[in-house]
Nanobody, 124 residues
Framework: QVQLVESGGGLVQAGGSLRLSCAAS????????MGWFRQAPGKEREFVAH????????DYSEPVKGRFTISRDNAKNTVYLQMNSLKPEDTAVYYC?????????????????WGQGTQVTVAS
């Protein structure tokens, strides 16, 4: 079992930045590739970013590519999402997730453990 707790969300003006953190506890954090997803009101949860267990490989959805950066510190059992040049359409609840199985990492069903989410609101 892995427990995930997100933090760092808040209200920011368009063009601003936020850094989300996801602290993990439980089983060995370094075993798990990690992802960030988001869910806007009235919309389905969608993939944002993914990082391999070692941090050597990352991937991003098209809407955030070039603006967001996912990273991890395995010594601190933490994964981060640095969000720059934020837009109102980035407003959503952001979730981190840990993946214990093989499968398409852009798919919600591939992830086994989820945090409770942190709200990000970008004002225009």
């Amino acid at each position: 079992q892995v427990q995930l707790v997100e933090s760092g969300g808040g209200l920011v003006q368009a063009g601003g930045s936020l850094r989300l953190s996801c602290a993990a506890s439980g089983r060995t954090f370094t075993n798990y590739p990690m992802g960030w997803f988001r869910q806007a009101p009235g919309k389905e949860r969608e993939f944002v970013a993914h990082i391999s267990s070692t941090g050597g490989m990352t991937d991003y959805s098209e809407p955030v590519k070039g603006r967001f950066t996912i990273s991890r510190d395995n010594a601190k059992n933490t994964v981060y999402l640095q969000m720059n040049s934020l837009k109102p359409e980035d407003t959503a609840v952001y979730y981190c997730a840990a993946r214990a199985r093989l499968g398409p990492y852009r798919s919600i069903s591939t992830f086994d453990y989820w945090g409770q989410g942190t709200q990000v609101t970008v004002a225009s």
